[in-house]
């Protein structure tokens, strides 16, 4: 499995950006796809995760610090998920990864909850 992160960039506050997470050699129909960020001195910490196929429970889960600006989506063509951020703030400045796991997310999870990681993709607001 190989997750690519892109999208990332610098961005004023208030400002807008789209991850994109390509995943190949990911099959799990009924799986969960997530993005975790990690700022310097920080743990890494979930962002958003999107339970893909037929869905257990509840489709999406978001970090309370980004309800109502972050949105978590997947193109089942394409095989990716995007992270579209609207009104950044300076603290969500951080390294974003995206994420997958083999199982269906509960609520966001931990690190240790996810199979597949990305090399990850800056965003910094300023």
């Known amino acids: 499995v190989q997750l690519v992160e892109s999208g990332g960039g610098s961005v004023q506050a208030g400002g807008s950006l789209r991850l994109s997470c390509a995943a190949s050699?990911?099959?799990?129909?009924?799986?969960?796809m997530g993005w975790f960020r990690q700022a310097p001195g920080k743990e890494r910490e979930g962002v958003a995760a999107?339970?893909?196929?037929?869905?257990?429970?509840?489709?999406?889960h978001y970090a309370d610090s980004v309800k109502g600006r972050f949105t978590i989506s997947q193109d089942n063509a394409k095989n990716t998920v995007y992270l579209q951020m609207n009104s950044l703030k300076p603290e969500d400045t951080a390294m974003y990864y995206c994420?997958?796991?083999?199982?269906?997310?509960?609520?966001?999870?931990?690190?240790?909850?996810?199979?597949?990681w990305g090399q990850g993709t800056q965003v910094t607001v300023s």
């Open positions: 994420a997958a796991k083999i199982w269906q997310c509960v609520g966001l999870g931990t690190r240790a909850d996810f199979d597949y």
């Open positions: 050699g990911y099959t799990y129909s009924n799986g969960c």
């Open positions: 999107f339970n893909t196929g037929r869905v257990l429970g509840v489709r999406t």
